[in-house]
């Protein structure tokens, strides 16, 4: 069993920067593939970013070049740095965790979730 706790969310003004932070518990932390999903209200949920046990990085379209995902395997925890924020970024943002070494944007493809934290960019 994994548990996720997101943190960081806020509000901030366009062309600002946040940056996400997802504790795991568990000791085995450094084997799942680690994402990164957010909802907008009236949305589907959207991949954003994911992370390997091995390090291997994938980036959805709409924040190439403007999010970085990283992982600290001594803390358990996991980051969305933000860059260049833009208000269709708001959205509550969760963190997920997959048991196995594969890489997935799918969000049925994760088998953990944390509850999520907002974000909210203004114009």
């Known amino acids: 069993q994994v548990q996720l706790v997101e943190s960081g969310g806020g509000l901030v003004q366009a062309g600002g920067s946040l940056r996400l932070s997802c504790a795991a518990s568990?000791?085995?932390?450094?084997?799942?593939?680690m994402g990164w999903f957010r909802q907008a209200p009236g949305k589907e949920r959207e991949f954003v970013a994911t992370?390997?046990?091995?390090?291997?990085?994938y980036r959805g379209d709409s924040v190439k070049g403007r999010f970085a995902i990283s992982r600290d395997n001594a803390k358990n925890t996991v980051y969305l740095q933000m860059n260049n924020l833009k208000p269709e970024d708001t959205a509550v943002y969760y963190c997920?965790?997959?048991?196995?070494?594969?890489?997935?944007?799918?969000?049925?493809?994760?088998?953990?979730w944390g509850q999520g934290t907002q974000v909210t960019v203004s114009s």
């Open positions: 568990g000791r085995t932390f450094s084997s799942y593939c």
């Open positions: 997920a965790a997959g048991a196995g070494p594969r890489l997935r944007t799918s969000a049925n493809e994760y088998d953990y």
């Open positions: 992370i390997t046990a091995g390090g291997m990085r």
